[in-house]
């Protein structure tokens, strides 16, 4: 086959098929770089990494069957680099862009890709830099700047995150990518409204999916009482928070007769927990080498009544397939903590408490199901530490083990008026980018700013094990949430290590996910509306030693009888929930039916 | 013939010519379809359709007077016409007639419901009338219509930032640059409020200039300049835009006059009237210019040295002063410390020395500070909320205490305007105040603060005020301010610096927070200026400091 014809299969998104193609000695360099192109676009860990090793063996000890010149050499050792990077093998990656970098110190492309190289190695501080330097070189790269931003976020920074990604977005205004980030990381900013929210997430979506509307997909019987296909989507189907709360549900509806269970699961490295879900469900498909369109025609051909998304913005989304009716009934739930800006998607799951009701309702594109005990049911890790709180010695120990990247000014606002009404305490935190100088001195700044000394911060990189991890909570007496993005498993998991939560109630989903969580413990008076309250809170909390110790040795139990933890009852509201929306699409559909022929419809307002 | 036969023979040919005249205006034959209606309204003058034909006739034959002007009653009679009553509006909103058109607009949006442009057209209507609060409101409903309407984002953000909504304007600001991402306006105002408001680092401010440069400074174009030939009479050009601040005033023009009247060549490019500059200097209009006619401009005045008063804000020309239009270019006082070309710097590191012109307080008429009151000493138009946040932890801390928040009113030939978008930032600054837990009741305004020994004045250090600042030290009062974090916060540095009180700047706002509180319960001494009549002497001597000026310009 002709270069040309292997190219329009790769450019089609027909990689096998290119990779057949391809001459199987790899008699030129063309012929190498399209093999490894084909194979990290198929996923392929095993075999790009095998090829790139050989490659770069050959390249060193110049055994190639072809001659390279310079720049084709150097073209060879990025792209081996880049699958070095991307399949987990960063730190060699690094050694090679190092070389090319030194080479050619002021290329703005080598140094955007050493600092990607030097980001999968976790070496953030050193990619940061680099990134910095391309930048200098060459201001208008919508690439570098995300890259960048990625970084600001991850090392607490999400502020400048944010500016570095909406530089990217405008740059390219046109790829949805950037936009759709910004919509993500605006969770994180103090100064996003629900409405700002909305409005970001509608620009994206006119920009990713010009068509999408609200609609239905009616291809299918309209018969209330039938068992009903009901299948989630999702990329955290492993060891992450989503597992933590879908599986009680899964067990749940495993013994309801009703309905049938899918998964589709685009987990890219499966592990354990991967396997736990699967046996939870009736059919279990993997999706993760599934293209959009290829995913979305087997949840078409599998004739799913009820698709529910668990992803939002995160990355790893399915939001694509979603944006087309492929079910008549399309739902999101769990993984995001605001409205999609999906017309198609017609509903979200909440509670009453996460989103009052107000007219805030109108800033989301789906309309709102409040589940009346709470969205969230929770299933602890099972060999969780016993709690046994070590001896503070007199000095309240304050701490947080959430993401740096919820760590926002308001936050850092919160919890240095604590310290402050508190004198005599320390705070806490413990996370695995605190390794990193660039957050260590971010975090140390902004305190001292607000008056708040670095001898009493506490600042640890995590554990690797979870046991050691919420074995941690036993140095801790009181845990402070942040805002205006909250906790969710973290403020679980302290919970159920016994460590009261004291969290900051904003005007967001997001910003009252704790604040949902408590009310269902009965502790809703550790929820606050400002900063003064919250440091009041804590203030009389740490002054009382009874209350504290009393809670400590409670608040399993109160979690265990709470209907956070009641995967019964949860499941019943869920299932009834979804009963009745099928009920009300099957009436409305029939009386749609009378009127024209089955088509892509648009459905009445329902919100 | 009998009346009832003559009337149904006047009622079918009136029928005829209106269904002509319609065919006509569907033809676009405006012509006909105006001649027509002409006839139909002469014999039957309330004739609906003939009014509504003839309007979007003249509408789209862009007769827009002539439409206007029977407009109301096109409408009056066509009540229900989407097209007649939202086009009328727009007619109404181009001649400055605000209130028929959100009146028109409101009707419409009452029968069928609220639709992207006519509550755009309603915020405009709105916001003609100085109904701020109700044109933003507006603005953003508009966004939930239509997240893509680039005007309604620009609009949103340019009234956010006048009423001093400092952080919603920059986020507002950032929006509309995703969707006008080519404008180059887009981009700049986005970066001056951000910095004016303290919400971007230094990093991400460079980056954002760096950004602007590459994107929209004309690469390898620059105009060959020769060095300075004489030093005894020189051109300099001076680029201003906007409202007429009090720093133009004390500042600026004192020495631009002077420059004038020592023998140089003094041009001042302003978008707007200045009304202190001596009246042989003059201003070359530049509302009209292009940044290209602009720099051709500039290099047919021949002129030396341009001093950019600008920044990056509406109306800047950093993209003619890339092409390096003068042998030196600087940007002075009212910009982001760093620039998004390199022929431009910074004059202030030049200076190291500042001048402000005397205040003219009326010594007699002054009436004694209240006690146990700050002076809040305010930008241009609001605060930003980490100021607000700092002075109402102070004032929290000192129960007994109020303050009194200076207002640098600005001035325009609009002063009605602006004493509605005075009070409107006012009531948002209380609003805010409220918000951090300070009672509305403690808080007052005075755009003519009489500071003396007694005040404890709270700086704005986010956006420096240095003539109130000056103003302030020489009458005595003790301030407490902070470094800012980015040079609009910065300005007031250099000051302390020649007042030699620079180790009184506080260095974190933790500080700032605890200095006020300290001096206010007695624990800290008040501090005033020593040797007033030095300070004041050497501030404002403008023979001097023009010298030194022009010698540090052409240097």
């Given at each position: 086959?002709?270069?040309?014809?292997?190219?329009?299969?790769?450019?089609?998104?027909?990689?096998?098929?290119?990779?057949?193609?391809?001459?199987?000695?790899?008699?030129?360099?063309?012929?190498?770089?399209?093999?490894?192109?084909?194979?990290?676009?198929?996923?392929?860990?095993?075999?790009?990494?095998?090829?790139?090793?050989?490659?770069?063996?050959?390249?060193?000890?110049?055994?190639?069957?072809?001659?390279?010149?310079?720049?084709?050499?150097?073209?060879?050792?990025?792209?081996?680099?880049?699958?070095?990077?991307?399949?987990?093998?960063?730190?060699?990656?690094?050694?090679?862009?190092?070389?090319?970098?030194?080479?050619?110190?002021?290329?703005?492309?080598?140094?955007?890709?050493?600092?990607?190289?030097?980001?999968?190695?976790?070496?953030?501080?050193?990619?940061?830099?680099?990134?910095?330097?391309?930048?200098?070189?060459?201001?208008?790269?919508?690439?570098?700047?995300?890259?960048?931003?990625?970084?600001?976020?991850?090392?607490?920074?999400?502020?400048?995150?944010?500016?570095?990604?909406?530089?990217?977005?405008?740059?390219?205004?046109?790829?949805?990518?950037?936009?759709?980030?910004?919509?993500?990381?605006?969770?994180?900013?103090?100064?996003?409204?629900?409405?700002?929210?909305?409005?970001?997430?509608?620009?994206?979506?006119?920009?990713?999916?010009?068509?999408?509307?609200?609609?239905?997909?009616?291809?299918?019987?309209?018969?209330?009482?039938?068992?009903?296909?009901?299948?989630?989507?999702?990329?955290?189907?492993?060891?992450?928070?989503?597992?933590?709360?879908?599986?009680?549900?899964?067990?749940?509806?495993?013994?309801?007769?009703?309905?049938?269970?899918?998964?589709?699961?685009?987990?890219?490295?499966?592990?354990?927990?991967?396997?736990?879900?699967?046996?939870?469900?009736?059919?279990?498909?993997?999706?993760?080498?599934?293209?959009?369109?290829?995913?979305?025609?087997?949840?078409?051909?599998?004739?799913?009544?009820?698709?529910?998304?668990?992803?939002?913005?995160?990355?790893?989304?399915?939001?694509?397939?979603?944006?087309?009716?492929?079910?008549?009934?399309?739902?999101?739930?769990?993984?995001?903590?605001?409205?999609?800006?999906?017309?198609?998607?017609?509903?979200?799951?909440?509670?009453?408490?996460?989103?009052?009701?107000?007219?805030?309702?109108?800033?989301?594109?789906?309309?709102?199901?409040?589940?009346?005990?709470?969205?969230?049911?929770?299933?602890?890790?099972?060999?969780?530490?016993?709690?046994?709180?070590?001896?503070?010695?007199?000095?309240?120990?304050?701490?947080?083990?959430?993401?740096?990247?919820?760590?926002?000014?308001?936050?850092?606002?919160?919890?240095?008026?604590?310290?402050?009404?508190?004198?005599?305490?320390?705070?806490?935190?413990?996370?695995?980018?605190?390794?990193?100088?660039?957050?260590?001195?971010?975090?140390?700044?902004?305190?001292?700013?607000?008056?708040?000394?670095?001898?009493?911060?506490?600042?640890?990189?995590?554990?690797?094990?979870?046991?050691?991890?919420?074995?941690?909570?036993?140095?801790?007496?009181?845990?402070?949430?942040?805002?205006?993005?909250n906790g969710t498993t973290t403020t679980l998991e302290a919970l159920w290590m016994g460590v009261p939560v004291i969290t900051l109630s904003g005007e967001t989903h997001v910003s009252r996910v704790s604040g949902s969580i408590l009310h269902r413990l009965g502790l809703s008076n550790l929820s606050c509306k400002n900063t003064q309250s919250f440091a009041n809170i804590a203030k009389e909390l740490s002054e009382n030693e009874k209350?504290?110790?009393?809670?400590?040795?409670?608040?399993?139990?109160?979690?265990?009888?709470?209907?956070?933890?009641?995967?019964?009852?949860?499941?019943?509201?869920?299932?009834?929930?979804?009963?009745?929306?099928?009920?009300?699409?099957?009436?409305?559909?029939?009386?749609?039916?009378?009127?024209?022929?089955?088509?892509?419809?648009?459905?009445?307002?329902?919100? | 013939?009998?009346?009832?036969?003559?009337?149904?023979?006047?009622?079918?040919?009136?029928?005829?010519?209106?269904?002509?005249?319609?065919?006509?205006?569907?033809?676009?034959?405006?012509?006909?379809?105006?001649?027509?209606?002409?006839?139909?309204?002469?014999?039957?003058?309330?004739?609906?359709?003939?009014?509504?034909?003839?309007?979007?006739?003249?509408?789209?034959?862009?007769?827009?007077?002539?439409?206007?002007?029977?407009?109301?009653?096109?409408?009056?009679?066509?009540?229900?016409?989407?097209?007649?009553?939202?086009?009328?509006?727009?007619?109404?909103?181009?001649?400055?007639?605000?209130?028929?058109?959100?009146?028109?607009?409101?009707?419409?949006?009452?029968?069928?419901?609220?639709?992207?442009?006519?509550?755009?057209?309603?915020?405009?209507?709105?916001?003609?009338?100085?109904?701020?609060?109700?044109?933003?409101?507006?603005?953003?409903?508009?966004?939930?219509?239509?997240?893509?309407?680039?005007?309604?984002?620009?609009?949103?953000?340019?009234?956010?930032?006048?009423?001093?909504?400092?952080?919603?304007?920059?986020?507002?600001?950032?929006?509309?640059?995703?969707?006008?991402?080519?404008?180059?306006?887009?981009?700049?105002?986005?970066?001056?409020?951000?910095?004016?408001?303290?919400?971007?680092?230094?990093?991400?401010?460079?980056?954002?200039?760096?950004?602007?440069?590459?994107?929209?400074?004309?690469?390898?174009?620059?105009?060959?300049?020769?060095?300075?030939?004489?030093?005894?009479?020189?051109?300099?050009?001076?680029?201003?835009?906007?409202?007429?601040?009090?720093?133009?005033?004390?500042?600026?023009?004192?020495?631009?006059?002077?420059?004038?009247?020592?023998?140089?060549?003094?041009?001042?490019?302003?978008?707007?009237?200045?009304?202190?500059?001596?009246?042989?200097?003059?201003?070359?209009?530049?509302?009209?210019?292009?940044?290209?006619?602009?720099?051709?401009?500039?290099?047919?005045?021949?002129?030396?040295?341009?001093?950019?008063?600008?920044?990056?804000?509406?109306?800047?020309?950093?993209?003619?002063?890339?092409?390096?239009?003068?042998?030196?270019?600087?940007?002075?006082?009212?910009?982001?410390?760093?620039?998004?070309?390199?022929?431009?710097?910074?004059?202030?590191?030049?200076?190291?020395?500042?001048?402000?012109?005397?205040?003219?307080?009326?010594?007699?008429?002054?009436?004694?500070?209240?006690?146990?009151?700050?002076?809040?000493?305010?930008?241009?138009?609001?605060?930003?909320?980490?100021?607000?946040?700092?002075?109402?932890?102070?004032?929290?801390?000192?129960?007994?205490?109020?303050?009194?928040?200076?207002?640098?009113?600005?001035?325009?030939?609009?002063?009605?305007?602006?004493?509605?978008?005075?009070?409107?930032?006012?009531?948002?600054?209380?609003?805010?105040?409220?918000?951090?837990?300070?009672?509305?009741?403690?808080?007052?305004?005075?755009?003519?603060?009489?500071?003396?020994?007694?005040?404890?004045?709270?700086?704005?250090?986010?956006?420096?005020?240095?003539?109130?600042?000056?103003?302030?030290?020489?009458?005595?009062?003790?301030?407490?301010?902070?470094?800012?974090?980015?040079?609009?916060?910065?300005?007031?540095?250099?000051?302390?610096?020649?007042?030699?009180?620079?180790?009184?700047?506080?260095?974190?706002?933790?500080?700032?927070?605890?200095?006020?509180?300290?001096?206010?319960?007695?624990?800290?001494?008040?501090?005033?200026?020593?040797?007033?009549?030095?300070?004041?002497?050497?501030l404002a001597d403008i023979k001097e400091f023009s010298k030194h000026f022009r010698k540090t310009i052409i240097s």
């Amino acid at each position: 086959m002709k270069r040309s014809d292997i190219e329009k299969l790769f450019n089609s998104r027909q990689y096998s098929k290119a990779l057949a193609n391809l001459g199987r000695d790899g008699t030129s360099h063309w012929n190498d770089t399209v093999k490894l192109r084909c194979l990290r676009a198929l996923g392929d860990r095993k075999q790009a990494l095998a090829n790139a090793k050989k490659l770069l063996s050959n390249i060193e000890s110049q055994k190639t069957p072809y001659q390279l010149n310079d720049k084709e050499s150097e073209e060879q050792y990025r792209f081996i680099a880049l699958i070095f990077s991307e399949f987990g093998q960063a730190n060699e990656a690094c050694q090679i862009m190092k070389t090319l970098c030194e080479n050619n110190p002021d290329s703005p492309a080598l140094n955007r890709e050493y600092a990607f190289a030097l980001s999968n190695d976790d070496q953030l501080d050193d990619a940061e830099k680099y990134l910095l330097k391309a930048l200098s070189e060459e201001p208008s790269n919508a690439n570098t700047h995300a890259q960048l931003a990625r970084i600001y976020c991850r090392t607490g920074r999400v502020n400048q995150g944010y500016n570095s990604y909406s530089r990217a977005a405008s740059l390219e205004p046109n790829n949805p990518t950037f936009l759709q980030r910004l919509v993500y990381w605006s969770n994180y900013l103090e100064r996003t409204t629900q409405r700002s929210n909305y409005q970001l997430s509608q620009l994206w979506a006119k920009n990713a999916f010009p068509k999408n509307q609200r609609g239905s997909n009616t291809w299918r019987t309209a018969d209330p009482d039938k068992k009903l296909k009901v299948a989630f989507v999702s990329s955290d189907f492993c060891a992450h928070a989503v597992s933590f709360f879908i599986k009680p549900l899964l067990e749940g509806l495993r013994t309801e007769s009703t309905m049938t269970v899918v998964a589709y699961s685009n987990t890219k490295t499966p592990d354990n927990i991967t396997k736990e879900i699967e046996s939870l469900c009736d059919v279990w498909r993997n999706s993760s080498a599934l293209s959009d369109k290829e995913l979305a025609a087997q949840i078409s051909a599998d004739q799913i009544d009820i698709l529910i998304d668990l992803n939002g913005h995160t990355s790893g989304n399915r939001l694509a397939v979603f944006s087309k009716h492929i079910s008549p009934i399309q739902m999101t739930w769990l993984g995001y903590p605001s409205t999609t800006g999906l017309k198609s998607i017609a509903f979200r799951i909440t509670d009453d408490v996460a989103d009052p009701i107000n007219n805030q309702d109108n800033f989301y594109s789906e309309s709102l199901i409040r589940l009346p005990n709470g969205f969230l049911c929770f299933e602890p890790y099972k060999d969780a530490p016993k709690i046994t709180p070590s001896d503070n010695q007199g000095i309240i120990r304050f701490g947080s083990f959430n993401n740096l990247a919820k760590i926002s000014s308001q936050t850092f606002d919160l919890w240095a008026q604590t310290l402050t009404t508190v004198p005599n305490s320390t705070l806490y935190l413990k996370r695995q980018q605190l390794k990193h100088n660039n957050a260590r001195n971010n975090i140390i700044e902004e305190f001292n700013k607000r008056g708040i000394s670095s001898d009493r911060l506490i600042l640890k990189t995590s554990n690797a094990k979870i046991e050691q991890h919420l074995n941690e909570y036993n140095n801790i007496d009181i845990a402070l949430d942040t805002s205006p993005y909250n906790g969710t498993t973290t403020t679980l998991e302290a919970l159920w290590m016994g460590v009261p939560v004291i969290t900051l109630s904003g005007e967001t989903h997001v910003s009252r996910v704790s604040g949902s969580i408590l009310h269902r413990l009965g502790l809703s008076n550790l929820s606050c509306k400002n900063t003064q309250s919250f440091a009041n809170i804590a203030k009389e909390l740490s002054e009382n030693e009874k209350a504290l110790s009393e809670l400590r040795k409670n608040l399993r139990n109160t979690m265990r009888n709470s209907p956070l933890m009641d995967g019964n009852l949860f499941t019943q509201e869920f299932s009834a929930m979804l009963r009745k929306q099928w009920q009300e699409w099957c009436t409305e559909r029939n009386i749609e039916d009378g009127l024209q022929a089955p088509t892509t419809t648009i459905l009445g307002a329902s919100k | 013939m009998s009346l009832q036969n003559t009337n149904s023979h006047i009622g079918r040919s009136i029928k005829k010519l209106y269904s002509r005249s319609v065919r006509a205006l569907r033809r676009s034959n405006h012509k006909d379809a105006l001649m027509l209606t002409q006839e139909i309204i002469g014999r039957q003058p309330d004739h609906p359709g003939a009014h509504a034909v003839q309007f979007s006739s003249l509408y789209k034959n862009k007769k827009f007077e002539l439409a206007r002007l029977m407009g109301n009653e096109a409408a009056k009679l066509n009540p229900k016409s989407v097209f007649i009553l939202n086009n009328q509006a727009c007619l109404e909103l181009d001649n400055h007639n605000p209130a028929p058109a959100a009146q028109l607009l409101g009707s419409l949006i009452e029968q069928y419901g609220e639709r992207a442009q006519w509550v755009y057209n309603l915020a405009l209507a709105y916001e003609l009338t100085g109904k701020y609060k109700e044109a933003i409101s507006m603005y953003r409903k508009t966004l939930d219509q239509d997240p893509q309407h680039e005007k309604a984002a620009r609009k949103l953000s340019q009234t956010l930032l006048l009423l001093g909504h400092f952080e919603e304007a920059t986020q507002s600001f950032d929006y509309w640059r995703l969707l006008n991402s080519k404008s180059e306006t887009s981009h700049s105002q986005y970066i001056h409020c951000a910095t004016q408001s303290n919400n971007i680092t230094q990093t991400s401010l460079n980056l954002e200039l760096k950004l602007w440069e590459d994107r929209f400074i004309p690469k390898g174009q620059r105009y060959d300049i020769e060095d300075i030939s004489t030093k005894d009479k020189i051109s300099i050009g001076f680029i201003y835009s906007g409202f007429d601040y009090d720093w133009l005033d004390k500042i600026v023009i004192p020495v631009a006059n002077q420059l004038s009247n020592d023998g140089d060549n003094i041009t001042f490019y302003s978008n707007s009237r200045i009304e202190s500059l001596d009246k042989d200097i003059p201003i070359v209009s530049t509302q009209r210019l292009t940044d290209a006619n602009f720099a051709r401009r500039v290099r047919e005045d021949k002129i030396d040295i341009l001093i950019d008063l600008c920044g990056m804000r509406k109306g800047n020309r950093q993209r003619a002063m890339g092409l390096q239009l003068a042998s030196k270019q600087y940007s002075w006082l009212n910009h982001e410390g760093c620039f998004a070309t390199p022929r431009v710097s910074a004059l202030e590191q030049k200076l190291k020395q500042v001048f402000i012109a005397k205040a003219e307080n009326d010594e007699n008429n002054k009436k004694p500070w209240p006690n146990k009151t700050f002076a809040g000493i305010a930008g241009q138009n609001g605060l930003s909320y980490q100021v607000i946040k700092a002075w109402a932890a102070v004032l929290i801390k000192c129960p007994d205490w109020s303050l009194i928040i200076n207002t640098q009113r600005l001035k325009s030939n609009r002063p009605e305007t602006l004493s509605i978008i005075t009070e409107q930032t006012e009531q948002l600054l209380l609003q805010r105040f409220s918000a951090a837990g300070v009672n509305r009741e403690r808080i007052s305004f005075n755009d003519n603060v009489e500071f003396d020994k007694n005040v404890i004045a709270l700086d704005n250090f986010c956006n420096n005020d240095p003539v109130t600042l000056s103003n302030c030290l020489l009458r005595g009062s003790t301030i407490v301010t902070l470094k800012g974090e980015l040079f609009p916060g910065q300005r007031n540095t250099q000051l302390m610096k020649q007042f030699e009180i620079q180790e009184q700047m506080c260095k974190t706002p933790s500080e700032f927070i605890e200095r006020a509180t300290a001096l206010a319960n007695g624990e800290e001494k008040l501090s005033p200026l020593k040797s007033l009549k030095k300070h004041q002497s050497k501030l404002a001597d403008i023979k001097e400091f023009s010298k030194h000026f022009r010698k540090t310009i052409i240097s």
